[in-house]
């Protein structure tokens, strides 16, 4: 009996031994010959974004070597996504990317670089951020969507950085900040462009816009709602229907607001007075002088 005893708990041991945990990786890889099956390693790369997702520890990278078969995605821990000098595209339906971090995530920071989403005006959105601290979106292009490019819909304060990024040809806006607890976000070299709206934010959230592009969008290049605020420097608005829609929401310092149906439509826009109009097809309701040298909204 002794011995029988022995015998199963030594094959449990063995079992138990021959049977690890898998660890997360630190870096994964993805490659359209990859299988997911494999370890998402450089010389065993996964197939799907997905599949490296989940292999990939919170504060991890996840690296294309060359396009993966399949992109659509949900990202739940912090993560980095570089697909940069890879040519990809996603044939898709839905959203391709959503971003819902827990709160148990200590770090709190998506990363997504380098990468085409196209919906083929099939896809819904590119880009949909449900919950995060921060997230960045750097060289990206985001075309051809059946609703918004982007889309923040936080219900707890965040931040948002979009960089040398291309949005386009999608039927609702580019970009639409829309965060109910505020989101606090930065747009630096965006063309966002052939959309409805170049850039749409709600009340309670707050946008700086630079060295962007809002052209040809078929409703407004910027539109901040009431309770919203809109910085827009050093930009071009032009060839929109409206190129700016305000309600005592948007500031306009050295841009180039030209070729629209109507350059100002709504109440309250403001201007440090060295913005350029030129070739609208009326200046609609013009933008009021901001503040003083010595005030809050003066050039000093």
């Known amino acids: 009996m002794l011995l029988r005893y022995s ?11 021959g049977s690890p945990a898998r660890a997360q990786n630190y870096e994964s890889y993805v490659s359209n010959s990859g299988n997911d099956g494999n370890a998402c390693t450089l010389t065993s790369p996964c197939a799907s974004f997905s599949t490296a997702h989940n292999a990939t520890g919170s504060g991890g990278s996840i690296s294309c070597i060359s396009a993966p078969a399949s992109g659509q995605l949900t990202i739940t821990k912090s993560i980095t996504i570089d697909c940069t000098g890879v040519a990809f595209n996603d044939v898709h339906g839905g ?26 005006g099939n896809g819904t959105r590119g880009v949909q951020i ?30 948002l950085v979009i960089t040398d990024t291309a949005i386009s040809g999608n039927a609702g806006a580019g970009v639409v900040v829309a965060g109910a607890a505020g989101t606090a976000a930065i747009l630096d ?9 170049g850039i749409a934010v709600a009340a309670g959230n707050s946008v700086v816009v630079n060295r962007s592009v809002l052209s040809g969008n078929t409703t407004a290049g910027v539109e901040g709602d009431p309770g919203a605020q809109v910085v827009v420097n050093n930009s071009t608005i032009s060839h929109n229907n409206v190129g700016v829609t305000s309600y005592q929401t ?34 609609g309701t013009a933008p009021a002088a901001l503040g003083s040298a010595s005030s809050d909204l003066g050039q000093q």
């Open 7 to 17: 015998f199963f708990t030594i094959f449990l041991i063995a079992v138990c031994a």
């Open 130 to 159: 449900n919950a995060a601290g921060t997230v960045i979106l750097e060289d990206m292009n985001i075309i051809q969507h059946t609703q918004q490019g982007v889309i923040d819909l936080r219900t707890s304060p965040g931040k």
């Open 189 to 197: 070299n965006v063309t966002s462009a052939g959309n409805t709206f």
């Open 95 to 120: 959203v391709l990317v959503t971003i819902n971090l827990p709160q148990s995530d200590a770090l709190q920071t998506v990363r997504l670089k380098g990468y085409t989403i196209n919906g083929f």
């Open 250 to 283: 948007v500031r306009l310092s050295n841009n180039d607001i030209a070729f629209n149906t109507t350059a100002i439509s709504g109440s309250g826009s403001g201007t440090f007075g060295n913005n350029r109009f030129s070739g609208n097809g009326s200046m």
